[in-house]
């Protein structure tokens, strides 16, 4: 029998027999066929009758007051309906950190692009005509586009908060003091990381209906459609029955669709013209309203033993916050200490700052801050491990994380694979070779992570998840999950869990479509949560269902429960094949009798966490799961032109519920890991955002991406559905420090800012040139 796969001769095991279930086995995404084929319907084919379009007027100006607004001229349109400002708003704030920010702009705007009106009318063209005549007169005030120029003393204000400073955490454990002056070897450089644009294939849209009593259907495609409706609602200031929400298809997300701007403003319209609203962002409104990576600037010391142990560190960032807080404390939270469960140094210190500038407000970006640290972390370990003479995957392998281990911070690590992870990539990659022996500009590099399965601090009241499960008469089984699926293969995963469970074919799944009228709660998509505690919630909701169902088997067959079996919808007596009976005939005998009675059962998963106290002390996360990456690159040295000619990833997935789709997660990732590394960053001039578009926001295409290398490491979770706990996001983290190193092991210049462009490296190189002449004129 398979590690975490359920055997036949128990209660517990009574469904699929040794390795012919659908765990672990590479079965067709279940919404392959409608995606390719165009008939999966996302939230801009949504049409209904007698809709309305809307069209946001957005702020020229990065920071200023608001004189006034004249909306005569736009009223008087033909076609115009309605034009709504920050007037037509409620007075307080919101958002999920600080409620620094309104529906529409109040008083100032914050940012180019802030959101200033809306102008509804009956069709597109007349909205974008009409939303040219609005008339808003500002008095401008100083724009404050970096952090540091944000923080002096006296300084315009953002908002009311002394120095720009939106929050400050300090944690420290241990003497870091101490252990820097007892240390052989310190390093200590600063590490920069940009403004980033998610990119999904579908800008942000929406299209909200009202009825008669004043209550809203939000058709939209978000990451956390349950858990949105709930902060949407208290925005609008209605009860939160009052808004129901139906999930669409969404075409990417990458934490760009976590409670993203635009649904909220398509509603918030409805409620107030009262008319069916349609809101689809073009692609410049959706880079300038969106809420990209969190720019930090990271200053990281290192202090340690001779032998490679790091004893002391020491990280001090500043973090971009833009114009609202929106997630921008959780991320910077982040970003200070969440490494420290890859290495449990014993005596740390990190201070972060998340400061308000006038720039777009940034949020959750794939990595949610562990990337950003793991840049200049990762990088630095490579400096600490040449200033030793040591290999920098031995340095690593000496400050690992250990099963069973505990760090500084009560994070309780499980399952642990980075070992292995390690192992595989410098095996793949033939690392020892090609560090000792590497052709002429051609390095080799290395990073690794680790990352959660969910995050306990990240939603105060709880971490945990439900599910639903109703098996029909004819043995289909019908899964209620309120946790999205954006492209990552969720409803594809959950029916693998049901159908492994209940018994029965994936053929008899039916994954459900989000509606918040039927859906369990559920916080949704981030945190890389939804296979891990989605999934429990779903295999314990599957569990249920299939005992109530083998009980009533049980008495039908006269036979005890401990002997029956169920595969492919089948029930049997394992000691009497021949006694035996269907899914679909037991469930529908017992709708028979009972009149008309389904069977049904409720499932829910809270993991082994608790809310970090003030200090963040507490395990946040019931599972880690661990990667590493390798990259080889080629350099040319007289333009800075940097060949990618191959990445090798092992990742520490607990488990692959579905193998393939895990391979293309990864890959995934990698590829905008190469985004981030190589090309993309979102570029402002005086306040304006120069790049709003792909004409001038570079991201990789398929001739930028190498032969990826992958292993899956199966290092099996205990408290994880089947052993499986995360892979999304750490699928990125890795990526851009490997790069980073592997570009200093083949030229010899250490790249601290992303992304690394062919100019930045070849200033880097000349400027190395011009260092080496000096000292070798001053021999």
């Known amino acids: 029998m398979s590690p975490g796969r359920e055997g036949p001769a128990n209660h517990e095991g009574v469904g699929w027999e040794g390795d012919r279930g659908p765990i672990g ?39 200023a007051r608001i004189v006034g607004i004249n909306t005569s001229a736009a009223l008087e349109t033909g076609g115009v309906v309605a034009v709504l400002t920050g007037a037509d708003c409620p007075d307080r704030g919101y958002g999920p950190a600080i409620p620094d920010e309104h529906i529409l702009a109040k008083e100032k705007v914050r940012f180019a692009g802030d959101e200033v009106a809306i102008v509804v009318a009956v069709d597109e063209d007349t909205a974008e005509e009409a939303s040219d005549l609005v008339h ?48 052989y070897c310190i390093t200590e450089h600063e590490y920069r990381t940009p403004l980033v644009y998610h990119a999904y294939i579908e800008a942000n849209a929406a299209t909200a209906d009202i009825d008669a009593s004043g209550r809203i259907t939000l058709y939209t495609g978000m990451q956390d459609p349950v858990a949105a409706r709930r902060s949407f609602a208290a925005a609008l200031g209605i009860e939160e029955d009052l808004l129901r929400v139906v999930q669409m298809n ?31 962002n073009t692609r410049r409104d959706d880079f300038l309203g969106s809420q990209p990576r969190v720019p930090m600037t990271i200053r990281v010391k290192l202090g340690g033993r001779k032998d490679g142990t790091i004893t002391a560190k020491q990280l001090t960032i500043i973090a971009d916050n833009g114009a609202y807080s929106r997630l921008g404390p959780g991320i910077l939270s982040t970003a200070l200490y969440r490494i420290d469960a890859l290495y449990p140094v014993p005596n740390v210190r990190a201070v972060g700052q998340l400061v308000y500038t006038n720039k777009m407000p940034t949020a959750a970006f794939r990595g949610f801050g562990n990337a950003q640290t793991h840049f200049a972390v990762e990088c630095e370990i ?23 281990s505990v760090n500084p911070f009560g994070w309780q690590i499980g399952s642990c694979g980075v070992e292995d992870c390690v192992d595989r990539v410098a095996s793949a990659s033939r690392w020892t070779e090609k560090r000792a022996h590497k052709a002429s500009g051609r390095g080799i590099g290395a990073a690794c992570c680790v990352h959660v399965s969910g995050n306990r601090g990240a939603f105060r009241e709880f971490e945990g998840s439900s599910a639903m499960i109703r098996i029909d008469r004819n043995g289909t089984v019908f899964l209620f ?97 021949e006694r035996e009976t269907s899914v679909a005939a037991v469930v529908m005998a017992n709708a028979f009798r009972t009149g008309g009675q389904s ?20 395990n946040i996360s019931g599972a880690y799961p661990f990667a590493a990456q390798v990259a080889e690159v080629e350099v040319d040295r007289e333009t800075g032109q940097i060949k990618l000619h191959g990445i090798y990833a092992a990742h520490d997935l607990g488990r692959a519920i579905n193998p ?59 408290t994880g559905p089947f052993g499986a706990k995360a892979l999304g996001e750490p699928t990125l983290i890795p990526t851009a420090p490997a790069i980073a190193n592997a570009i200093y092991h083949a030229v010899g210049v250490r790249m601290r800012e992303l992304p690394i462009t062919s100019d930045k490296v070849l200033a880097s190189l ?14």
């Open 25 to 63: 086995v590479s079965v067709p995404n279940i919404d392959a066929i409608d995606s390719v084929t165009g008939r999966a319907k996302y939230a801009g084919d949504v049409r209904l009758p007698g809709v309305v379009y809307a069209k946001v007027v957005r702020s020229p100006i990065p920071h």
């Open 136 to 183: 808003v007169e500002y008095d401008p005030l100083p724009c404050l586009a970096d952090p540091a120029e944000a923080m002096e003393v006296g300084a315009c204000l953002v908002h009311g908060v002394e120095r720009n400073i939106a929050a400050r955490i300090e944690l420290a454990r241990g003497d870091t003091d101490e252990a820097l002056g007892h240390a």
């Open 250 to 280: 969404v075409g990417g997300g990458f934490g760009g669709k976590l409670q993203p701007k635009a649904p909220l403003l398509c509603a918030f319209t409805a409620l107030r013209t009262g008319r069916a609203v349609r809101l689809v």
């Open 382 to 404: 490579d400096e600490f491990a040449e200033a030793l003479g040591l290999d920098p995957l031995e340095v690593r392998r000496k400050n690992f994380s250990a099963p069973g």
């Open 481 to 577: 999950s309120g946790e999205a699926d954006v492209g990552q293969g969720a409803r594809t995963v959950f029916a693998q869990i049901v159908a492994e469970t209940v018994g029965v074919s994936l053929a008899k799944v039916r994954v459900v479509p989000i509606d918040t009228d039927t859906a369990p709660f559920a916080i949704g998509t981030y945190a890389s949560r939804v296979t891990y505690v989605g999934g429990n919630a779903v295999r314990d909701a599957a569990r249920k269902a299939r005992d109530s169902m083998l009980e009533l088997a049980a008495e039908e067959l006269d036979t005890p429960i401990e002997l029956l079996c169920v595969q492919e919808g089948r029930i049997w007596n394992r000691l009497a094949p």
């Open 599 to 618: 069977l049904t059962a409720t499932g829910h998963f809270r993991p082994d966490v608790e809310m970090p106290d003030e200090t963040k002390q507490g």
């Open 660 to 718: 393939v789709m895990s391979e293309g997660q990864i890959e995934g990732g990698i590829a905008q890991g190469i985004g981030w590394a190589l090309f993309e960053e979102l570029k402002h001039e005086d306040g304006h955002l120069a790049n709003d578009g792909f004409l001038d926001y570079l991201i990789p295409t398929v001739l930028d991406i190498p032969t990826i290398e992958i292993s899956l490491v199966e290092s099996n979770e205990p």
């Open 766 to 779: 000349r400027a190395l040139e011009r260092s080496d002449l000096v000292e070798g004129h001053v021999d």
